[in-house]
Nanobody, 124 residues
Framework: QVQLVESGGGLVQAGGSLRLSCAASGRTFSSYTMGWFRQAPGKEREFVAAISRSGASTYYADSVKGRFTISRDNAKNTVYLQMNSLKPEDTAVYYC?????????????????WGQGTQVTVSS
């Protein structure tokens, strides 16, 4: 089992940047595929990005491709989401998630463990 804690959210102007972090407990962090999802008020949770166990492979939603970068540091049990060129439509609660099966998936149902989320607000 793994516990996930996100941090780094906040208020930023359009065009700005934020870096989210997700710290994981446990000794088996490197055995999980990690993903970021987001949920805006009144909308369903949507996929943002995922990264393979080693970090060699990544997968992005079209809406963030070229602006967001997912990375991980297995020695620190942490996954990151660097968000650049932020837009008001990026406003949401951002969640990190862990998939024990190791699939690089954009489906929320593939992920076993979830953090509590961190709020990102982008003002216009």
């Amino acid at each position: 089992q793994v516990q996930l804690v996100e941090s780094g959210g906040g208020l930023v102007q359009a065009g700005g940047s934020l870096r989210l972090s997700c710290a994981a407990s446990g000794r088996t962090f490197s055995s999980y595929t990690m993903g970021w999802f987001r949920q805006a008020p009144g909308k369903e949770r949507e996929f943002v990005a995922a990264i393979s166990r080693s970090g060699a492979s990544t997968y992005y939603a079209d809406s963030v491709k070229g602006r967001f970068t997912i990375s991980r540091d297995n020695a620190k049990n942490t996954v990151y989401l660097q968000m650049n060129s932020l837009k008001p439509e990026d406003t949401a609660v951002y969640y990190c998630a862990a998939d024990s099966r190791g699939w690089l998936s954009g489906s929320a149902s593939s992920y076993d463990y979830w953090g509590q989320g961190t709020q990102v607000t982008v003002s216009s």
